[in-house]
């Protein structure tokens, strides 16, 4: 589980029959603090890879900007690559299963509201509604 804010505009590709993945890069910030010898510890922030597919890679690509506030559940995959130079490279990335929008709504002239919550549904035949999640 992680919350935090969205550092750039989510990148959305599409394959196989209309299928999406959206990537995210997310931010999230321990705050700094005070130990009682007067020592100050500085804000730390991490950044992390949320990737999304299918369904819940549309709700992204329509209502997640950066700057957004978000909560992600999902599960860490690690993996690794040679790049262009033949050097080992190492990934880690969040497969997300659930999301929740913190943001508020950017304007009241917007007629369709956001989600405020959306999850990857379960393999079924009901698969196709009018639902954006």
Request: zero cysteines; glycine letters at 6%; aromatic letters at 10%.
């Amino acid at each position: 589980m992680l919350i935090g804010n969205v550092g750039i505009d989510p990148d959305v590709r599409y394959y196989d029959q209309d299928q999406a993945v959206a990537q995210v890069r997310l931010a999230t910030t321990e705050r700094g603090y005070t130990l009682q010898n007067g020592t100050q510890v500085p804000d730390h922030t991490d950044w992390h890879t949320i990737i999304f597919y299918r369904s819940l890679a549309k709700v992204v690509e329509k209502y997640v900007h950066k700057g957004d506030k978000l909560y992600v559940e999902g599960r860490i995959r690690y993996r690794a690559y040679d790049d262009k130079k033949g050097q080992r490279r190492f990934v880690t990335e969040i497969y997300a299963d659930n999301m929740e929008l913190l943001s508020p709504k950017k304007s009241e002239q917007n007629t369709q509201s956001a989600p405020t919550m959306a999850s990857e549904p379960a393999a079924s035949s009901e698969q196709e509604n009018d639902m954006p999640f």
